[in-house]
């Protein structure tokens, strides 16, 4: 399974109604954590209901809960924008 599929599956119980998940590795070329394939620098918008009466922190624990052990490896870095549904952008 590839880097993104296990990611996608490990955020599936979060219920998303959005995800949108984008390798951006190579930005960081020559950087702290990058290795060649990419795979270690990610960018996420999440979406989901499940975000309801939670801090923006809480959110971001709920995505590294469900990610579990793939934050230590091979995901070097994670952007996360975490909103509930109709919630504006940032």
């Known amino acids: ?28 070329k020559g950087h702290a954590g990058w290795r060649p394939g990419g795979g270690t620098h ?4 999440i979406v989901s209901g499940r975000f309801a009466g939670k801090t923006t922190l809480a959110r971001h624990r709920m995505v590294y809960e469900s990610l ?11 952007a996360i924008e975490a909103r509930l549904p109709g919630e504006p952008s940032t």
């Open 1 to 28: 399974m590839s880097i993104e599929a296990e990611i996608r599956a490990r955020l599936a119980g979060l219920e998303a109604e959005l995800l949108e998940l984008v390798d951006e590795s190579d930005k960081h």
């Open 42 to 45: 990610w960018r996420l918008r």
């Open 68 to 78: 579990g052990e793939l934050m230590q490896h091979p995901i070097h870095a994670l």
